[in-house]
């Protein structure tokens, strides 16, 4: 595997597991020194052990997105002990499903939390020592959620979060750009993980019917992806929001 990333630092939220630690895995074994954050402490420290055992760089800081004031700790304890991040993968999200007569506002505003201000503020917080250095990576795992409206399985409050994302993501695509910072969006299709194990087999079936190349997603599809997205080779490519769904959202 090429070691394309070497010296340049990741941090990775909601990496102790699913998506999240797919990527970092993916850039620790490109060469990237990976901060795996996480609310989760255990499995957080459990996927560094492994990454150094591997003889990858890794370390673990926790975090509760929720709380803004958690992640703004988090952005200047990383900065402090790492000397800036280069490369911002945020992953993390949590789901809302079911009709909005069943979303309380409290919920809402944690998804909210979550999925969209943890976004904003962790990006706001990297992009001085991106731009400072000339050079920044930033990646926000969206949803196709977000472009439709909800509907494989997440619902309208997850669709407002992750269109926000998408939005987001082209905003700062174009403030970011003139100082060597891209940011664009990934939107994965029904992936397997533990978000989504509460799916039935037959609604299952359903996405996979309609999706072309008929299976559901792995986290390493959007691993690669995103190890894409950061490369040095990737520094024309931004605002894009990226599929990667087999081909679900074609029409
Ligand atoms: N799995 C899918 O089908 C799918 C599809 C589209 C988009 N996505 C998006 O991909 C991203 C990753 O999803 P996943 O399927 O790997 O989910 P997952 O539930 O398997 O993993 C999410 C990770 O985020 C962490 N996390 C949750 N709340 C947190 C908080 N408050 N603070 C810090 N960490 C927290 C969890 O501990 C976990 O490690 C999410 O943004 C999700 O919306 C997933």
Known sequence: MQRNLTDRVALVTGAARGIGLAIADRLAARGAHVIISDIDYEAGERRVRHLAERGDSAA??????????????LAREAAARFSGIDILVNNAGIVSTGPIEDVGL????????IDLTSVFL????????????????IVNIASVAGQRGGGLFGNSCYAAAKGAVIAFTKGIALEAGPFGVTCNSICPGLTDTDLTSSLTDKQREGIIATTPVGRTGQPEDIAEATAFLVSPAAGFITGVTLNVDGGFMRY
């Open 60 to 73: 673990f800081m926790k975090v509760d997105l929720a709380d803004p004031m958690c992640v703004l700790q």
């Open 122 to 137: 962790l990006t706001k917080s990297v992009l001085p020592h991106m731009a400072a250095s000339n050079w920044g990576r």
């Open 106 to 113: 409290a919920e809402f505003q944690r998804l909210i939390a």
